[in-house]
């Protein structure tokens, strides 16, 4: 055999049984395993439309408030890459606001045509082209991580809570109530 043959052989051995050895079965850990894969989240993927009206109308808290459905999944209200909104099953009476709309209507655009970069500030008072808005002290949990001056969020009108909009940010896949102040 030429020798150089031998030398790719010689290299290319401990690749081929790590490769084979390496990669875990199916079998080996069931608990990792799932029936279906689990949908993707935030990446960039933008909802087609907001959350449906929700069937259960009493105002009463969401029964929980965790929202992870998949292991890996945020722990937060998020949207799945098929459009299905994790999170926003009821009406939540923490929500409720004696005077919906006290600061107007937002009016920049709704929905995937419209998305906007944030440019500053932070949870309880943050803008983008001259829009401020506040996120719902219910779940200013859920924004920790956001970039207050660079994430791209589309705005979604709430079909449950009056006075509020739904803020979904395009990178983490995950969505908060926010009041427009104007």
Do not use: C, K
Not at 7 to 32: C, K, N, S, T
Not at 48 to 77: L, W
Not at 118 to 137: D, I, K, T
């Amino acid at each position: 055999m030429p020798t150089r043959f031998r030398l790719l052989m010689a290299a290319l051995l401990p690749l081929a049984v790590a490769a084979l050895y390496g990669q875990a079965r199916p079998e080996e850990y069931p608990a990792q395993r799932e029936a279906h894969p689990a949908p993707r989240t935030g990446g960039g993927y933008i909802p087609p439309h907001g959350p449906p009206r929700s069937e259960h109308r009493g105002e009463e808290p969401a029964v929980s408030e965790h929202h992870r459905d998949y292991q890996g999944h945020p722990e937060t209200p998020h949207v799945h890459n098929n459009g299905e909104w994790v999170g926003h099953e009821r009406r939540d009476a923490r929500l409720h606001l004696e005077r919906p709309w006290e600061h107007g209507h937002f009016s920049l655009g709704f929905g995937p045509g419209h998305v906007f970069r944030l440019e500053g500030g932070g949870p309880q008072r943050f803008w983008f082209r001259g829009a401020y808005f506040s996120v719902a002290p219910v779940d200013l949990a859920y924004v920790s991580g956001w970039l207050w001056d660079s994430d791209s969020i589309v705005i979604y009108e709430d079909p449950d809570d009056p006075g509020w909009y739904l803020a979904y940010n395009t990178r983490t896949g995950t969505y908060v109530h926010v009041m427009f102040l104007g």
